[in-house]
């Protein structure tokens, strides 16, 4: 089954193209500053001007030409690149935690009634309240200890619908627009850092995986093995760790892989707006920024991060397209 | 099986791509700058009432009270609404307006202003000396929010008023109903300087007394505000004050702002004939369009009269040790500021800009000099080894800056500058409105960038609201660095007495040598605009103290052609 999926991704011509934009992104990031004999924040007025005193375009020292400050426009996009992919790989890794285990509860428990589990909703309440003050790194503390404190506190008092109330939040969520949501508490943060960045991206980007792993779950909750498990005794959290996690994790690495261009994206939009990364951080909606006042005469401070941007977003998404494609159980 | 969704999705998104790589690439082929746009009539033709006059700014505007009013976007409007007693000519001299004349007695210590009869303000009410006397009680009122207020001190009664030991200014009286009278403590040389700013002209009676969003911005200016004509942060309209003073003028039927407007955004404006006046121009576009002589008779370069600096908080760590500043203003590579926008940025090593009288050339002031220093930072008790990067001051300090224009450029070469002397900046990104009160607070920030306009063409329009004591307030001043220096006050006083010009420059170039000494400010540049206007903008609009002055303007504009109306590219 693993070996015709593999077989199935590597013949599909969208991850393939998908794995090289994203392999020679990677590797861009990694090897890329070392190809620029200048720092990404170190001005170079001795040989960044031209004659007319204005920042020169792609020559030998720099490949890509300087921008505003006499920086190397290669050295800011390798290391943009860097800042990018940390920043959407573990913004996605947070919200692919998140979404799996709010989409998987909420599958699982669709249609029953629980005891209220007291900790999970001290912690999503003081997570939601932690957001709202701009802290999203003790939201997600708040969050996670709320979930560990449900399987070691007893829950109790009042049964109620854990998959309606984990679907109205999403609804609640869904309502505000997403780049609308990144601003304010973007906006709300005292400080701009990559921690909080990726934080607030990840906390506000699982509603999606949340809702398409619901769906998933409890697709898998009705499969006869699954049920025969259950009938034979293994436990709950046994069940979900060996047969529903497993089926679960296709749509999850498709939806992850997605996601992981769409924070590309957002990060570029809040630095473009001003509310991402403070300068000189190199972020690619920064120099997108900093350089589209002179792209009638300099191109290359717009057309090298914009660039950048739109290939690693296409790459993303092909590769998502050949997950999608190799994990679909129709195409076996 | 092959999902049938595959190929149909690609190729519109490598299409799309393309597409957007093709459009991305293309404006850098594009040919040159389109050509003005011509006029009906000849030179000689005479004005004609009629058109709204369209501007942009990339800023916005905060406030359209005169007595709030600072920044140079809200003065624009502030000064079309309000009319003062007097007023700046074009040349920048000081001329009658509302009062038909003045004299001065008691040897400079007492200014009567003669109000011109019947003028007619835009509630329809006449103008009288109460009106004058109240908006000028209302303007310097403790509850306004006046950071100029302290430069009106000199009025007899000003500190019982502002203290709220009396209901009104003793200093300003009134003689009749249309005579208003200020006396002084002591004679001050700049008094109706300060007169023909914003903050003293008179407002409507019926617009109310407190400063407040619902206040109606109402005076006796050749313009007023359309009923909803402010959409804050978005748009101004201000339309035609039917009954202004002057007879015939203005002859604009109105004036019409849009804010926030990217630079690029008002360039393809202008050039699309949407705008008949642009002044945020790119280096790259101020360079062209200043190069192309179908443009060069309708660009203006304004004087240099702004001054830009880095503002030491005297009060607050490092910057409370005077060989720190010392250090900062040697360390910063000025040339490398004006090499952002080399057109249009003149660098400076003193307080007082070149455009203003009193600029002496010849004053070596503060300059760069890295060896100096570092010797600065040791004096300090902060050594620091460029070689191993070791010692300096051991914190990081926090630098807020706004994210619009120069200043994220500056602080970037500031903070590289200012890591090879030791002192590691932090860029911090707020809110306009946030970078003002945090600059404002005592212990709001220890670093930030200052910048001043002048109000009037005179030195003490920069040495009093940026440096001396009495500029000082708990909150909202304009002394950003806290500095503080009785000998300096001192001179500014005498200066201010003082009515012999040569006496008073020399007691300015005595007090400017502090500053440089001392260092509150680390001076960096001047940056003045390039004002450019389609041709058919005539009668004036350019001012050297307002920026643009839009009483006298008219508008000869020809039909638009096919082309113009749906863009160039036609075969």
């Given at each position: 089954m693993l070996a015709a999926r593999k077989s199935r991704l590597f013949r599909n011509p969208s991850a393939r193209a998908g794995a090289l934009v994203v392999a020679t992104l990677v590797a861009f990031a990694i090897f890329g500053p070392t190809l620029?004999?200048?720092?990404?924040?170190?001005?170079?007025?001795v040989h960044g001007l031209?004659?007319?005193k204005a920042p020169v375009g792609p020559?030998?020292?720099?490949p890509l030409g300087a921008d505003r400050l006499c920086r190397d426009v290669l050295a800011r996009l390798s290391w943009g690149a860097r800042l990018s992919l940390l920043i959407a790989c573990a913004a996605t890794f947070v919200s692919a935690t998140l979404g799996a285990v709010v989409g998987v509860v909420s599958g699982w428990l669709e249609g029953a009634r629980v005891r209220t589990p007291w900790p999970a909703l001290l912690g999503v309440f003081g997570g939601v309240i932690a957001l709202g003050l701009g802290k999203p790194l003790a939201a997600c503390l708040a969050f996670a200890a709320g979930c560990a404190g449900t399987f070691v506190a007893r829950s109790g008092g009042l049964r109620i619908d854990i998959d309606g109330a984990l679907m109205r939040l999403v609804d609640v969520l869904l309502a505000f627009p997403f780049l609308l949501l990144l601003m304010a508490i973007g906006a709300a943060l005292e400080r701009t850092t990559v921690l909080t960045l990726l934080l607030t991206l990840g906390v506000t980007g699982w509603l999606g995986i949340a809702r398409l792993l619901r769906a998933r779950t409890m697709q898998v909750r009705a499969l006869e093995y699954v049920e025969a498990s259950r009938a034979l005794g293994q436990s709950t959290p046994g069940i979900l760790l060996n047969h529903v996690l497993p089926n679960v994790l296709g749509p999850l690495v498709v939806a992850s892989t997605f996601l992981l261009a769409q924070m590309i994206v957002a990060d570029s939009i809040l630095s473009y707006l001003g509310?991402?990364?403070?300068?000189?951080?190199?972020?690619w909606g920064r120099m997108l920024l900093e350089g589209q006042d002179e792209y009638l005469t300099a191109p290359w401070l717009v057309i090298a991060p914009g660039a950048a941007i739109l290939l690693s977003v296409w790459g993303f998404n092909l590769l998502g397209e050949g997950f999608r494609d190799a994990l679909d159980p129709r195409n076996a | 099986m092959r999902s049938t969704r595959e190929t149909p999705d690609r190729v519109p998104l490598s299409a799309v791509m393309w597409a957007a790589l093709t459009i991305g690439l293309a404006p850098s082929c594009k040919p040159g700058l389109s050509a003005p746009m011509g006029s009906?009539?000849?030179?000689?033709a005479p004005p004609h009432r009629g058109g709204i006059l369209h501007l942009a700014e990339?800023?916005?505007?905060?406030?359209?009270d005169p007595a709030g009013s600072v920044d140079g976007v809200s003065l624009q409007p502030v000064h079309l609404i309000f009319a003062g007693l007097v007023d700046f000519d074009e040349h920048a001299k000081i001329v009658p307006d509302l009062a038909e004349s003045w004299d001065v007695r008691d040897q400079g210590r007492t200014y009567r202003f003669v109000l011109r009869p019947g003028t007619v303000m835009h509630d329809g009410q006449e103008l009288t000396a109460e009106d004058v006397k109240r908006s000028a009680e209302r303007a310097l009122h403790?509850?306004?929010?006046?950071?100029?207020?302290?430069?009106?001190?000199?009025?007899?009664g000003f500190d019982a008023f502002t203290a709220g030991q009396?209901?009104?200014?003793?200093g300003v009286g009134v003689e009749g109903r249309y005579v208003v009278r200020f006396e002084l403590k002591d004679p001050d040389a700049t008094f109706l300087a300060l007169v023909a700013m914003s903050a003293l002209r008179p407002v409507c009676k019926?617009?109310?007394?407190r400063s407040s969003d619902a206040w109606i911005p109402c005076g006796a200016g050749p313009f007023r505000l359309q009923p909803g004509g402010w959409a804050r942060g978005t748009s101004l309209r201000l339309v035609r004050?039917?009954?202004?003073?002057?007879?015939?003028?203005?002859?604009?039927d109105g004036v019409e702002w849009t804010f926030n407007m990217q630079v690029l955004a008002q360039r393809f404006r202008f050039e699309a004939g949407?705008?008949?006046?642009?002044?945020?121009?790119s280096q790259a576009d101020e360079r062209r369009f200043s190069a192309d002589p179908r443009w060069v008779p309708f660009g203006q370069a304004d004087a240099d009269t702004t001054v830009y600096g880095e503002s030491?908080?005297?009060?607050?760590p490092p910057f409370d040790n005077i060989e720190v500043r010392r250090a900062v203003a040697s360390g910063i590579n000025r040339e490398h500021y004006r090499l952002l926008k080399p057109a249009s940025i003149t660098v400076m090593?003193?307080?007082?800009?070149?455009?203003?009288?009193?600029?002496?050339?010849?004053v070596e002031g503060q300059h760069y000099d890295y060896g100096v220093a570092l010797e600065h930072m040791r004096k300090a008790g902060y050594p620091y080894d460029p070689v191993s990067g070791?010692?300096?001051?051991?914190l990081p300090i926090e630098y807020p800056l706004y994210d619009q224009g120069l200043p994220v450029f500056t602080a970037q070469l500031l903070q590289q500058d200012l890591a090879k002397i030791g002192l590691r900046i932090e860029l911090k990104l707020v809110s306009w409105e946030a970078f003002i009160a945090l600059q404002e607070?005592?212990?709001?920030?220890?670093l930030s960038l200052g910048n001043w306009a002048m109000?009037?063409?005179?030195?003490s329009s920069f040495f009093d609201p940026l440096f001396?004591?009495?500029?000082?307030?708990?909150?909202?001043?304009?002394n950003t660095a806290f500095y503080s220096n009785p000998q300096f006050d001192d001179l500014v006083s005498q200066a201010h007495r003082e009515r012999r010009e040569n006496q008073r420059r020399a007691l300015y170039a005595r007090a400017n040598a502090i500053l440089c000494d001392e260092a509150p400010w680390a001076f960096t540049f001047s940056h003045h605009f390039y004002t450019l206007r389609q041709p058919?903008?005539?009668g004036g609009v350019i001012h050297?103290?307002?920026?643009?002055?839009?009483?006298k303007t008219w508008l000869d504009r020809a039909g638009r052609s096919l082309e113009q109306v749906l863009g160039r590219g036609l075969p």
């Open positions: 620029s004999r200048h720092g990404p924040n170190d001005s170079d007025f031209s004659l007319d020559c030998a020292l720099f509310v991402g990364l403070s300068p000189p951080a190199p972020t | 009906e009539h000849g030179d000689d990339i800023g916005n505007v905060r406030n359209l403790p509850s306004a929010p006046n950071p100029s207020a302290s430069l009106f001190d000199g009025i007899v009396a209901a009104h200014i003793e019926t617009g109310g007394w004050h039917e009954a202004y003073f002057r007879p015939g003028l203005p002859l604009l949407d705008l008949d006046l642009v002044r945020d121009l030491m908080n005297t009060r607050m090593t003193q307080l007082i800009p070149p455009g203003i009288p009193g600029f002496d050339p010849s070791h010692g300096g001051w051991p607070r005592p212990s709001g920030a220890a109000d009037y063409p005179d030195p001396t004591t009495r500029a000082i307030g708990p909150e909202g001043g304009h058919y903008v005539r050297p103290v307002w920026r643009m002055d839009a009483t």
